[in-house]
């Protein structure tokens, strides 16, 4: 990690409005809906079956399988 002077800040940043900045090369970021997408994509291809608009209100397991309970009260058991 290194400090990072005004000048460098705004380098990096594009923006002056910051005096500097802590730089840690071992950080990362993640873009939060490209995350989720690939997220889907796994769960899809490992047989997860994705609903839309569906708000989860609770879960259960039993017998080593999963259910998910909706605001509607549909519940979708889910596989192990």
Same mark, same amino acid.
């Given at each position: 990690?290194?400090?990072l002077t005004a000048e460098e800040t705004a380098a990096r940043t594009g923006t002056s409005?910051? %005096?500097g900045s802590l730089l840690d090369l071992r950080a990362g970021t993640i873009q939060?809906?490209?995350?989720a997408l690939g997220l889907a994509?796994?769960? =899809? %291809?490992?047989g997860a079956k =994705?609903?839309?608009s569906s708000g989860v209100t609770g879960a259960e397991r039993s017998n080593g399988k999963?259910?998910?309970?909706?605001?509607?009260d549909h519940s979708r058991p889910t596989g192990s």
């Open positions: 990690m290194r400090l409005a910051y %005096s939060p809906l490209g995350y994509r796994a769960a =899809i %291809s490992a =994705i609903y839309h999963w259910t998910l309970h909706t605001a509607e």
